[in-house]
């Protein structure tokens, strides 16, 4: 089946340091791809989306492109914040047969030292 | 414009027990998703809902269940409580097909 594989971290790094959080995917067909953020004791926020080839989501700072080739969308940004301390997931959406449902990474743990 | 809406936000039960999770989609969403994140397990698909009616379900067995109302609220039903069912419930909601899930800040269920 469909599955999604991220760096698991932790990660931890200074603030204004860059960040790449590496996610691959293995899924048949054309998949979504999303990247969600989940800040200590809330649920998820959509960060960014891409739904082909060669899109390239963005969204506070943080891009990630659809690569077909190397089925990956890996996470970056220039300069990160404290305020970016979060756990970050990777995800494809698979329709298959008219169902729906978000297949997830295990998650990444960044934490940005002031 | 109001998020997905979880409640309760904490919920304690022991094993055996019956456990009822509510979710309030955003306004103009029709499909609900359910989804649990259990520790050393990650985010595992539970149930989708569109138009009150289940679209897909995910490896979870029949105890878990659940509805969708008409004013597209929906329901999680957990029967038999187990141990292994303590974990962080989360729901999403989307206007459908192919669009994105927005998700509320899920229900703790604690098994005692």
């Known amino acids: 089946g469909d599955s999604v594989t991220q760096m698991e971290g932790p990660v931890t790094l200074s603030e204004e340091a860059f960040l790449t959080i590496n996610c691959t995917y293995t899924a048949t067909g054309y998949p979504s791809l999303f990247w969600y953020v989940q800040y200590p004791g809330e649920g998820l926020q959509l960060l960014l989306k891409?739904?082909?080839?060669?899109d390239k989501g963005s969204n506070k700072g943080f891009e990630a492109t659809y690569r077909k080739e190397t089925t990956s969308f890996h996470l970056e940004k220039g300069s990160v914040q404290v305020s970016d301390s979060a756990v970050y997931f990777c995800a494809l959406s698979d329709q298959k047969g008219g169902s729906e449902k978000l297949v997830f990474g295990k998650g990444t743990k960044l934490t940005v030292n002031p | 414009e109001a998020g997905v809406t979880q409640s309760p936000t904490h919920l304690i039960k022991t094993r055996g027990q019956q456990a009822t999770l509510r979710c309030s989609p955003i306004s103009g969403h029709t499909s609900v998703y359910w989804y649990q994140q259990a520790l050393g397990l990650g985010l595992q698909f539970l149930l989708w809902?569109?138009?009150?009616?289940?679209?897909n379900r995910g490896n979870f067995p029949p105890r878990f269940s659940g509805r969708q109302f008409p004013n597209y609220s929906s329901e999680l039903n957990v029967n038999a409580l187990e141990l292994e069912d303590s974990a962080l419930y989360l729901c999403?909601?989307?206007f459908g097909l192919g669009q994105p899930q927005h998700f509320g800040d899920g229900t703790r269920l604690s098994i005692l």
């Open positions: 891409a739904t082909k080839a060669d």
């Open positions: 809902y569109d138009e009150g009616e289940e679209r």
């Open positions: 999403a909601s989307s």
